[in-house]
């Protein structure tokens, strides 16, 4: 079993930054990838940003390319998400979340086990 417990988030006007914080615990040596998701109201979960623990790479949704930049520190077990020039449409509930080690893609919320209790996001206009 893997632990995640999320820090950061809240209220914040366009333009300005958030970090999102995600601390691991438990069997993290067979986790695969880490991500944050995020879901607005009556919207389902999208994969907002990834990483690969064993190689570093990461992949980014489209809608946050250049804005977002998504890190971890393996000494401390935790994941980032650092979130710069938000706009509206980012407000959602954001959550961490870290798959097993498989040969799926990770793109899919279905294939992560694992997920962080939620942190709300808003940006005001």
């Known amino acids: 079993q893997v632990q995640l417990v999320e820090s950061g988030g809240g209220l914040v006007q366009a333009g300005g930054s958030l970090r999102l914080s995600c601390a691991a615990s438990g069997r993290t040596f067979s986790v695969g990838a880490m991500a944050w998701f995020r879901q607005a109201p009556e919207k389902e979960r999208r994969l907002v940003a990834r990483i690969m623990p064993n190689s570093g790479r990461t992949y980014y949704a489209d809608s946050v390319k250049g804005r977002f930049t998504i890190s971890r520190d393996d000494a401390e077990n935790t994941f980032d998400l650092h979130m710069n020039s938000l706009k509206p449409e980012d407000t959602a509930v954001y959550y961490c979340?870290?798959?097993?080690?498989?040969?799926?893609?990770?793109?899919?919320?279905?294939?992560?086990?694992?997920w962080g209790q939620g942190t709300q996001v808003t940006v005001s206009s």
């Open positions: 979340a870290a798959a097993r080690i498989s040969f799926g893609t990770y793109i899919r919320a279905s294939e992560y086990e694992y």
